[in-house]
T-cell receptor
Framework: ETGVTQTPRHLVMGMTNKKSLKCEQH?????MYWYKQSAKKPLELMFV???????ENNSVPSRFSPECPNSSHLFLHLHTLQPEDSALYLC??????????????FGSGTRLTVV | DQQVKQNSPSLSVQEGRISILNCDYT??????FLWYKKYPAEGPTFLIS?????DKNEDGRFTVFLNKSAKHLSLHIVPSQPGDSAVYFC?????????????FGKGTKLSVKP
């Protein structure tokens, strides 16, 4: 148990579907992140939420829509995805200004397959 | 363009020997470097880090070396154990005020053979 829980663990969706990924942390952290891990690529930062406000959006297509209703929960809403969006989506949390110093805690990820 | 590069996608080492994983970076504003370890079906976990004011940090079997002039860091594991088999990610932070955001490399898959 890492303290950061992601659901579902696996998801297969069609290109016209709408689905959501969920992340929950019980560590009292106040920053949350979405990362994407594609095959043979670095972990790519997608979104950063600090104190429930989005502070970074790394040119992510609008078919990915994050939501952070409170400091413990983070969602990634998906719609009209493409097969190339198939990847492992990782959620992480940290204390503000501590994440870059080893303070990240990652969830186990959601393996997404778009068919 | 990648700011953190791990040019070796995989490494195979015999148990008991030294494993050396390498990482290069391009952004001189990075001031903190980290290694994360990832097992299959799990998220990455923090392993060891080093500040740019140091050139070496040691924690048990794990040592990270930083060469700022070459913009290069390496992780040494000695002696290597089969349980060390995992993907190792190099990461950096501190660029442009985004100290909380980590920039990762592609990872190197380490296999330690008994």
């Amino acid at each position: 148990e890492t303290g950061v829980t992601q659901t579902p663990r696996h998801l297969v969706m069609g290109m016209t579907n709408k689905k959501s990924l969920k992340c929950e942390q019980h560590l009292g952290h106040n920053a949350m992140y979405w990362y994407k891990q594609s095959a043979k690529k670095p972990l790519e930062l997608m979104f950063v939420y600090s104190l429930e406000e989005r502070v970074e959006n790394n040119s992510v297509p609008s078919r990915f829509s994050p939501e952070c209703p409170n400091s413990s929960h983070l969602f990634l809403h998906l719609h009209t995805l493409q097969p190339e969006d198939s990847a492992l989506y990782l959620c992480a949390s940290s204390q503000l200004l501590q994440g870059g110093y080893g303070g990240y805690t990652f969830g186990s990820g959601t393996r997404l397959t778009v068919v | 363009d990648q700011q953190v590069k791990q040019n070796s996608p995989s490494l195979s080492v015999q148990e008991g020997r030294i494993s050396i994983l390498n990482c290069d970076y391009t952004n001189s504003m990075f001031d903190y470097f980290l290694w994360y370890k990832k097992y299959p079906a799990e998220g990455p976990t923090f392993l060891i880090s080093i500040s740019s004011i140091k050139d070496k940090n040691e924690d048990g079997r794990f040592t990270v070396f930083l060469n700022k002039s070459a913009k290069h860091l390496s992780l040494h594991i000695v002696p290597s154990q089969p349980g060390d088999s995992a993907v190792y990610f190099c990461a950096a932070s501190g660029a442009g005020g985004s100290q909380g955001n980590l920039i990762f490399g592609k990872g190197t898959k380490l296999s330690v053979k008994p």
